[in-house]
């Protein structure tokens, strides 16, 4: 029996709350953006009681049961899914869009079968935001078209940097009337005291073999975009000085590299682990972690790494979640990084380069007030970080676009999306 390309649960509304739909993926869905529009949903309730936000999940086929904010469902990838989708959104009396985009979840070369949703929601006058979670300094035409179409027609552009936005606006992705910075958030469950007795079984036994020994941490969906064999390269230079290291690499593989290349990455790992003498200071964690063993985890760490190989990434969630914990950083200089420790919070180096990583990772493991000092960084750049602060200044631009969308075709004039940058978080 074929499926619906839609699926539409939830009632019309009938209470006079500003209506917000999310499109995202989303759980039960593992990956990063659906965790992220997860977790902003919940801050949303939580800070913004003026907003009734539900999710308009992007399944791709998948068929999974998803909870009950979960208002209408996109299944596979052709466009007329899209504009359905659209159209029960508009129906339903949606206010507005907030479209999480990141190349890769939507159908079409590009992703750009979001453009047929995007048409049909200007054609029924309900306005949109984007947030995209991709902006490259020098995109391949294909992407920038794609991007640049769909922010074209958008009530807001909402990035997570500043870095993002100089690159939007000199790759011509957005207009800079229409961008506004809207960080990256974290739980807050990330700054309390987590008992290990509620951690997966992985985890526990991980912390429990580098009990008494100091923790380096990386987590996440593995796959090579990670760079984790240059922490080990850099670990070796280091464990000679630092014998009671212990490196955590925890996540389970992603789903996609799982797909196409089994456990060939984490197999790779290993082998080179074993081959450096390093099975005593590494150890792999291979499960999806929940907050809980998040909390856990950077509770434990004593300094964060993200190897990450390319310099264009523009967000991470896992620096974010070390950040707002309250951790040391060494990491390459991709774009986000260098936004995000710009405060000191850790150091910075070349990508691909384990020597230089090593170095930075021994000069703040052997002076005690320099580590110190990066930890108060982290701590005071984290609390700007969290979901609270965070939904806070994204309900701002809801409803400065909500409030300004009478006349709305696909774009808002410059003065009001300037006073929707500007408004009060």
Known sequence: MSRAPFRGLLPAHTDRRTRLVIVSTYPPRRCGLATFSRDLRDALVR??????????????????????????????????????????????????????????????PCGEHVLAMTDELSRLHVPYIVTPHTVLSDPPPEQAATLGELCRRAAAVA????????????????????????????????????????????????????????????????????????????????????PDLRYVVAGATHPEEQRRNGEAYRDSLRELVSGLGLDEHVVFVDDFLSTTDLAVLLGRTDVYLTPYRSREQI????????????????????????????????????????????????????????????????????????????????????RGVVGASGSFTGGLRRRTTERVAHSPA
Request: proline fraction near 6%; charged fraction near 15%; charge should be negative.
């Open 315 to 398: 967000s991470s969630g896992t620096l974010t979640f070390a950040v707002a914990a309250g951790r040391p950083v060494v990491s390459t200089d991709y774009h986000y990084a260098c936004d995000v420790l710009a405060g000191g919070a850790g150091e910075l180096v070349p990508v691909d380069d384990p020597v230089a990583f090593g170095s930075a990772l021994a000069g703040l493991l052997g002076d005690p007030a320099r580590l110190r000092r990066a930890r108060l960084a982290a701590e005071t750049t984290g609390m700007g970080l969290l979901w609270p602060a965070v939904a806070r200044q994204v309900a701002g631009v809801v």
């Open 47 to 108: 800070v913004a009681p003026d907003l009734a936000v539900s999710v308009c999940a992007l399944d791709a086929d998948l068929g999974l049961d998803y909870p009950a904010e979960v208002g209408t469902v996109v299944r596979g990838g052709e466009p007329a899914a899209y504009r359905a989708a659209a159209r029960a959104l508009a129906a339903r009396g949606t206010d507005a869009v907030l479209i999480e985009h990141e190349f890769g979840i939507f159908g079409g």
């Open 159 to 242: 990035v997570l940097t500043p870095s993002a936005v100089r690159y939007a606006v000199a790759s011509g992705v957005a207009a800079p009337e229409q961008l506004v910075v809207t960080p990256h958030g974290a739980p807050t469950a990330l700054r309390t005291e987590a008992t290990s007795a509620r951690t997966g079984a992985p985890l526990t036994a991980a912390l429990a073999e580098a009990e008494g020994r100091r923790i380096l941490s990386t987590f996440g969906l593995l796959g090579p975009g990670k760079a984790i064999e240059n922490a080990v390269r850099a670990l070796s230079t280091v464990v000679g000085d630092h």
